[in-house]
């Protein structure tokens, strides 16, 4: 089975101005060097370029918040992947819950979205999640299934592992409710298995996050899920501080799995002893 590469993306969503993110990016760089994590800022389109051009020559990869399926027309105030592209980012999200709860995003866009996003050489960070009714409702794998299904109806063979899942319960989202270790692992597992159902190679590599209210207490334990592969997280002035240490830990943790392959599937208790003592 592949290794799959942690990845700690951070949504800035509609925050900071162009000289804030150059701040928070010169801050960041220097506790990320030694990561072998994927290390993801999604800026607001205003600041892309500024986080492109602090980046170079460094592990972070920098991601759109949201992108047109057309290569270009009139579509007033929209951007497509070819302008990404061309600005140096390298990833793009999509189908999160509040651009489609708020904008209207639809599974029709996003199966057109994702494999535009692919053609054009951007990695995909496609969002999906259920709502509290849903999930009351014992519709959460009805719903994933439904959006992923949909989302990836243009997406074939060994592209779908290129695509990173980012599984977010809206009820999750901002609202301090995390989902607890067992609700996150099993809708990733899920998720996974849906992948499965369509290419098992690509469910094996497929990269699929948690986002929604991970905290310094928990995302050293959601992160070593086994299914959960890191954390999309709105990462305001955490990210440094928590998150991209705990990506850290995990790289640390699949080490030693990989060095003691008895241990493997062993889960890291929370709070994390070893990151206490500094591991
Ligand atoms: P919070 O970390 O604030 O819950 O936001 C998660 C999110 O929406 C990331 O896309």
Request: glycine share 8%.
């Amino acid at each position: 089975m592949p290794e799959r590469t942690p990845y700690l993306a951070a949504n800035w969503k509609m925050h900071k101005t162009v000289a804030e993110a150059g701040e928070f990016v010169d801050a960041l760089l220097p506790r990320i060097a030694a990561t072998q994590s994927d290390v993801v800022i999604c800026p607001p389109t205003t600041a892309l370029s500024a986080v492109v051009e602090r980046r170079y020559g460094t592990a972070v990869k920098v991601a759109a918040q949201n992108m047109h399926e057309e290569d270009s027309g009139a579509f007033t105030g929209e951007v497509s992947a070819s302008m990404l592209v061309e600005l140096d980012v390298e990833a793009v999200v999509l189908g999160h819950s509040e651009r489609r709860q708020l904008f209207g995003e639809t599974d029709e866009a996003l199966a057109r979205k994702v494999p535009a996003a692919l053609a054009a050489g951007l990695e995909p960070i496609l969002c999906v999640g259920e709502s509290e009714e849903a999930r009351d409702a014992e519709q959460t794998d009805a719903v994933l299934e439904r959006q992923l299904r949909a989302d990836l109806a243009a997406v074939v063979g060994t592209k779908l592992a290129e695509v990173v899942i980012a599984y977010e319960p809206i009820w999750a989202i901002g609202t301090g409710r995390t989902a607890t270790p067992e609700q996150a692992q099993e809708a990733c597992a899920f998720i996974r298995g849906l992948v499965g159902a369509i290419d098992a190679d690509a469910a094996a590599a497929v990269r699929i996050l948690y986002g929604g209210s991970v905290k310094p207490a928990n995302a050293a334990e959601l992160f070593g899920l086994d299914d959960v592969d890191g954390g999309l997280v709105d990462g305001l002035g955490r990210l440094p501080q928590t998150h991209v240490q705990h990506g850290l830990l995990r790289e640390r943790l699949r080490a030693r799995r990989r060095r003691a392959p008895a241990a493997a599937g062993r889960r890291c208790a929370a709070p994390c002893p070893a990151a206490q003592a500094g591991c």
